[in-house]
């Protein structure tokens, strides 16, 4: 498929000055309060569940959960930018990618984020996962626009990387993750659109899971009843993807083959316990350390597993936690909670640090 350009106003991007101590930014229905710079409030109730002595070398006894900013509307899709030390991540109803950085506060990266027409065809209208390429690109799942872009974030232009598979436009691209050879795999599910799957806007009759390689051939690899999160592991030879499914709340295993596709697929984590809690939140965003580690968002909040799909723990923000992303030096976790931004900091490093 052949890039094409999509020219966002710029008449609608807007930055804000860096806020200061406990400095309310009005950008929608309710002000966004961020912590005093160099002094952020402890997340409550927070706490961590230790359920395997081996989450202590991963998530340091007394490690706190430190709010950052609070009063969004639905956030997702942290990416922490290493060239440019600074967080950026998406809030779906607001149709905004802000910023964060330490010292500075938050800032309006780029509104709209995802869709800048009058008449929407689904209803999340703004980015949801973010990532970087390799040249450290931003490209995002474009819920509002069903589409995979680039962004260039001087001119706030996007290159559309992929919206159409066989013809058929995607229902609304989620999470994103490059495998090392620079081969992008995302999922499709249809939380962006109005009616999910009953959507007559809904071209594709499945939701699932694509592979899309540097020269544009994009490659359906599975389809699932709610992809969601995505990741890779550090030796790049398995594929994790989450199920947002209350009857079947798996995160699946793949193994990558040397040609992409994959194959072997195998339940690698079973949070039906964690749902017959009745635990708040769902399998969505996951992330992997460099140890193999998966942390990965889930009904109770971000639950710790080994490489092999053994629970060790679970950090508890306090409220639906829905993607997570290694920043700073690569032992920090930065959480998207629902309304607010929240961190820990860990003994172990993010994949890529």
């Known amino acids: 498929m052949s890039p094409r350009a999509l020219l966002v106003p710029l008449a609608f991007t807007l930055i804000l000055a860096a806020c200061r101590a406990s400095t309310p930014v009005t950008t929608g229905s309710a002000p966004i309060v961020v912590a005093p710079a160099g002094a952020a409030s402890t997340m409550g109730p927070s706490r961590i569940d230790r359920l395997d002595p081996a989450l202590d070398a991963i998530i340091p006894p007394g490690a706190k959960i430190e709010k950052l900013a609070e009063g969004f509307d639905w956030v997702e ?25 330490d010292g500075e506060g938050i800032s309006v990266f780029m509104r709209p984020a995802g869709y800048s027409g009058s008449t929407p065809q689904g209803r999340e209208i703004g980015t949801n996962g973010l990532t970087v390429d390799a040249q450290g690109r931003l490209v995002v799942a474009d819920h509002g626009n069903r ?25 609304s691209p989620n999470d994103l993750i490059f495998r090392a050879n620079g081969d ?18 809904k071209e594709l009759s499945f939701n699932g899971i694509y592979r899309l390689t540097p020269n544009g ?70 992330k992997v350390d460099a140890r193999g580690n998966v942390f990965a968002t889930a009904p109770g909040g971000i639950v710790v597993l080994s490489p092999q799909g053994k629970h060790l723990g679970t950090i508890d923000a306090g409220d639906v936690t829905a993607n997570c992303a290694f920043g700073d030096d690569g032992s920090t976790l930065y959480m998207t909670a629902n309304h ?11 994949l890529g640090f």
């Not at 930018?81 to 802000?98: A, C, E, M, Q, V």
């Not at 589409?147 to 229902?171: C, H, P, Q």
């Not at 607010?340 to 993010?350: E, H, N, Q």
């Open 77 to 101: 899709g942290p990416v922490w930018r290493r060239d440019r030390g600074y967080l950026l991540f998406s809030d779906i109803p607001k149709n905004t990618i802000y910023k964060w950085k």
């Open 147 to 171: 589409l995979i872009a680039r962004l260039n974030d001087t001119t706030f232009t996007k290159t559309v990387l992929a919206d159409r598979y066989e013809g058929k436009r995607f229902n």
């Open 184 to 201: 992008l795999y995302f999922s499709d599910p249809p939380y962006g659109l109005f009616k999910l799957n009953d959507d007559p806007n």
């Open 217 to 286: 051939t994009l490659t359906l690899l599975d389809r699932l009843t709610y992809p969601n999160g995505i990741a890779i592991s550090p030796d790049g030879n398995t594929l994790y993807v989450a199920l947002s499914d209350g009857k079947n709340p798996y995160i699946y295993a793949y193994d990558l083959q040397a040609d992409g596709t994959v194959a072997n697929r195998r339940i690698f984590f079973d949070a039906g316990p964690l749902v017959r809690q009745g635990l708040k939140g769902a399998l969505d965003g996951m």
């Open 340 to 350: 607010a931004l929240v961190r820990i900091r860990t003994s172990t490093k993010g």
